[in-house]
C-alpha cells in the first residue's frame, strides 16, 4: 500500500503514514496485560488467572486452560532445554527451506531493482506515469 500511497504523497508524508501503525502499537501495547505464560512462569498465578479472564472475557471459565498452562510450565522447567532442541530432525528441512530461501532473496537483485524502479520505469515507458 505504500507504494500506492507513494504516487500521490511527499516522502515526508508517506513516511509519516508508515509510521502510524507502529505508533498506534507503541500506545496501545502499553494496555495489554503481561501474558499469562510469563506470569505462572515467574510464579504470579493469580495475575496469571486475571490475565487469561481478560483475553477470553468474562463469561468464560479459565481454570482448565490455566492448569494446562501451569503442567507446561512445569515440565518445560523439569526437561532442561537446550539449544540442541531446536536442531531436531523435523525442523532441518523447515530450516534449511527458509533459509535458503531467504538467501536467494537478498542475492537475486530484487532489493536493487526496487530502488531503482522508478528510473527503469521511467527510462522504458517515458509516456506513462513511473509511480
Request: hydrophobic share 50%; aromatic share 12%; proline share 5%.
Amino acid at each position: 500500500s505504500s507504494f500506492l500511497m507513494g504516487a500521490w504523497l511527499d516522502w515526508r508524508q508517506l513516511a509519516l503514514v508508515c509510521a502510524a501503525a507502529p505508533l498506534m502499537m507503541l500506545v496501545t501495547v502499553q494496555y495489554a496485560p503481561e501474558t499469562p505464560s510469563y506470569l505462572v512462569y515467574s510464579g504470579k498465578v493469580e495475575e496469571a488467572e486475571k490475565s487469561l479472564q481478560w483475553l477470553r472475557g468474562d463469561v468464560v471459565d479459565v481454570s482448565s486452560e490455566l492448569a494446562t498452562i501451569q503442567v507446561n510450565i512445569h515440565t518445560s522447567r523439569i526437561e532442561q532445554v537446550d539449544c540442541k532442541s531446536v536442531l531436531l530432525p523435523k525442523l532441518i528441512k523447515p530450516l534449511l527451506l527458509t533459509c535458503t530461501l531467504m538467501f536467494f532473496n537478498r542475492f537475486s537483485g530484487v532489493v536493487a531493482f526496487n530502488f531503482y524502479a522508478v528510473t527503469i520505469f521511467s527510462q522504458v515507458f517515458s509516456d506513462i506515469n513511473p509511480h
